[in-house]
């Protein structure tokens, strides 16, 4: 019986994929370098800052340049953006049957907010997991048991959706139902691989409908 849904926030309740890349394209230009799609996906996706700066920036100060990441991207995300396809008929849908909602994310807190504002759904959400203010961040599954203790319920009853491997295999590891999100190219198998037990284009996609009437 599900009893709360997690969600991811980049990639999967707004598709930010395009604003976080034109951000690292201006800072790799910055540097005379040219940051490609395929790069994109495989080196900065999904990864915390902190972890990806020190490799694709050697010789930086990681949390400098993560904060001028972020403020840029801030500045970039205006209001009135909407959220991913059928999210808001499934937080009706969860908010109808009782379900506890949270968003368990590695963004700062200051992105995060600004986020859920910009696509409508801050008063939405019941709960705000931030990585960086649990004991580790995704792709460790503390932040997704952090949203669980807070709600009191089991992980068999919650259902976490990720778009990125590195969110994937936190919240598989976290023992919740997986789903993944297509949001970012990913193939179905690169988001089996990463632990997603069912994957859906976004929420209009009937496979998630069979899902909820399965897990219900």
């Not at 986020?115 to 997991?129: F, K, N, Q, T, Y």
């Not at 994937?168 to 988001?191: E, K």
Request: glycine residues 6%; proline residues 6%; hydrophobic residues 45%.
């Amino acid at each position: 019986m599900i009893k709360a849904l997690l969600f991811d926030l980049d990639g999967t309740l707004l598709h930010s994929d395009p604003l976080h890349f034109e951000v690292f394209a201006d800072l790799y230009a910055e540097r005379g370098r040219e940051l490609t799609e395929a790069g994109y996906l495989s080196d900065i996706h999904g990864r915390h800052n902190l972890e990806s700066f020190p490799e694709i920036f050697p010789g930086e100060d990681a949390h400098a340049l993560s904060d001028l990441k972020e403020a840029r991207f801030r500045d970039r995300l205006v209001a009135g953006h909407a959220p991913m396809p059928g999210a808001e008929a499934l937080l009706d849908h969860a908010q109808a049957r009782g379900w506890r909602i949270a968003v368990v994310t590695n963004a700062p807190r200051a992105n995060a907010e600004v986020m859920l504002d910009a696509i409508g759904l801050r008063d939405r959400i019941e709960l705000l997991v931030i990585g960086d203010e649990c004991r580790r961040a995704k792709p460790d599954p503390e932040p997704y048991i952090a949203a669980m203790r807070t709600f009191d319920v089991a992980p068999r009853a919650c259902i976490a959706f990720e778009d990125s491997p590195s969110g994937m295999r936190a919240a598989a590891a976290s023992g919740a139902h997986t789903v993944g999100i297509r949001s970012s190219g990913l193939s179905v198998s690169q988001l089996r691989d990463a632990g997603a037990q069912t994957v859906i284009t976004d929420y209009t996609d009937p496979a998630l409908a069979e899902l909820l009437t399965r897990l219900e």
